[in-house]
């Protein structure tokens, strides 16, 4: 069955520099959301979109903008990195379920390093 | 607002022993619960879910049942397996209408099974 990709896999960045990570949800799925998983910790949610409008909104710095594409992929686009900001970003997608919930399904992450 | 909480490990078995990983959650409303499990270096995967009171979710030898009254969400195994070593994550979402809020997880259980 497809799964969530997302990409690039592993991502080394600068100090101030600025990132862009894309996530393809799998397919008939209207929902996109993006985590943020910190070393030893729990992943933490930055933004959702649903049917490419923004749906929920969580811990997402001002630095970080994302949006969702016609086309249902989402990019995270992520400026002036901080150390800090060394993390794996997760994409989750998912759909309404005939029992009437939403069963979030994540892709492998990208471990993003900031140097 | 909504948390999760869990027992915290590292949780170390001998193989075939019970498993029991508590969680326990509050939400401002009636939330769907979750656990995902993440392999080192993976993403999550969806290991079980309810919708509502009383429901049991399995999976893989793993159950959980929905208990609103006491706000638990407990994740339970008869016979522990090497392969079952991983981070357990208990989670809840809300659904507030056009796609569900983002999910609030636990810090994660880590558990260990020795042969």
């Known amino acids: 069955a497809a799964g969530v990709i997302q990409s690039p896999r592993h991502l080394i960045k600068e100090k101030r520099e600025t990132a862009t990570l894309k996530c393809y949800p799998i397919?008939?799925?209207?929902?996109v959301y993006w985590y943020q998983q910190g070393p030893g910790q729990d992943p933490q949610f930055l933004i959702s979109?649903?049917?490419?409008?923004?749906?929920d909104k969580g811990s997402i710095p001002d630095r970080f903008s994302a949006q969702q594409f016609s086309d249902y992929h989402s990019e995270l686009n992520m400026s002036s990195l901080e150390l800090g900001d060394s993390a794996l970003y997760f994409c989750?997608?998912?759909?309404?379920?005939?029992?009437?919930?939403?069963?979030?399904?994540f892709g492998p992450g990208t471990r993003l390093t900031v140097t | 607002g909504n948390s999760v909480t869990q027992m915290e490990g590292p949780v170390t078995l001998s193989e075939e022993a019970f498993l029991t990983i508590n969680c326990t959650y509050t939400?401002?409303?009636?939330?769907?619960l979750f656990w995902y499990v993440q392999y080192p270096g993976e993403g999550l995967q969806l290991l079980l879910k309810?919708?509502?009171?009383?429901d049991k979710g399995s999976n893989k030898g793993f159950e959980a049942t929905y208990r609103k009254e006491t706000t638990s969400f407990h994740l339970e195994k008869g016979s522990v397996q090497v392969s079952d070593s991983a981070v357990y994550f208990c989670?809840?979402?809300?659904?507030?209408?056009?796609?569900?809020?983002?999910?609030?997880f636990g810090k994660g259980t880590h558990l260990i099974i020795q042969p």
């Open positions: 989750a997608s998912s759909s309404f379920t005939s029992l009437g919930t939403y069963e979030q399904y």
């Open positions: 397919p008939r799925h209207d929902t």
């Open positions: 979109f649903y049917e490419k409008m923004q749906s």
């Open positions: 939400a401002t409303g009636y939330p769907s």
């Open positions: 309810a919708t509502k009171a009383d």
């Open positions: 989670a809840l979402s809300l659904y507030s209408g056009g796609g569900a809020d983002g999910l609030t």
